[in-house]
């Protein structure tokens, strides 16, 4: 009869022991990290300085700002350049730029608004080629006028970071060749810069 009882004590107690286990919650592994994945979202902003060389040879003597006449006239002036753009895809932008020298020749500052299409061709992972076809207004106050036209260039431009996707992203540092100008008529105008700077794709 004791050997019943032990027998009956031990199978309700394994019993219980079973069920209890069920009732108990294992704890949960880590969460699985998911990657977070940041897209740039093809703007861009830029800024630098410029270097620009006009020439105006006129078939007509010309009257200058500083009161003088000539029908040849050249200069060299300094300052900086900003632009704005976005990538339409990888291979095309379209970019807007804003340029002023007022240092150099004081008399020949210029000032140039440009729109542009930037076809883009991906050298590497960090370096593009580029040009730039467009359209500009571009002031010489040395000749108190303001001529528009057809603008063209060419440039590169290194991104710091390789890009995402396809897509820059981040500082990269540029530097161009830019003919905003070239008039012809009673005054053959030429203007040709030099832009280099820094741009930040968001």
Not at 47 to 55: A, E, M, Q, V
Not at 58 to 65: E, I, L, Q
Not at 122 to 147: H, P
Not at 163 to 176: A, N
């Amino acid at each position: 009869m004791k050997n019943l009882r032990l027998a009956i004590a031990s199978v309700v107690i394994l019993t219980a022991s079973v069920h209890a286990g069920k009732n108990v919650i294992e704890p949960l592994s880590d969460p699985i990290p998911v990657p977070v994945v940041n897209i740039p979202l093809g703007l861009y902003l830029g800024g630098g300085l410029t270097y620009t060389s006009s020439k105006c040879q006129c078939s007509t003597d010309v009257k200058f700002s500083d009161g003088s006449t000539s029908r040849v006239s050249s200069a060299k002036t300094y300052g900086y350049n900003l632009k704005a753009g976005y990538f339409i895809n990888k291979f095309l932008a379209v970019e807007a730029k804003y340029i002023y020298t007022p240092w150099g020749d004081k008399n020949s500052k210029l000032k140039h608004y440009g729109a542009y299409l930037k076809p883009v061709f991906a050298v590497s992972e960090n370096l593009d080629l580029y040009a730039l076809l467009g359209y500009g207004i571009t002031d010489c106050n040395r000749l108190n006028a303001s001529q528009k036209g057809f603008a063209w260039g060419a440039g590169a431009e290194y991104t710091v970071n390789k890009k995402v996707d396809g897509q820059r992203d981040g500082v990269g540092l540029y530097v161009e060749y830019l003919r905003p100008l070239k008039k012809t008529g009673n005054k053959n105008i030429t203007v040709d810069m030099v832009n280099a700077g820094v741009s930040y794709h968001f």
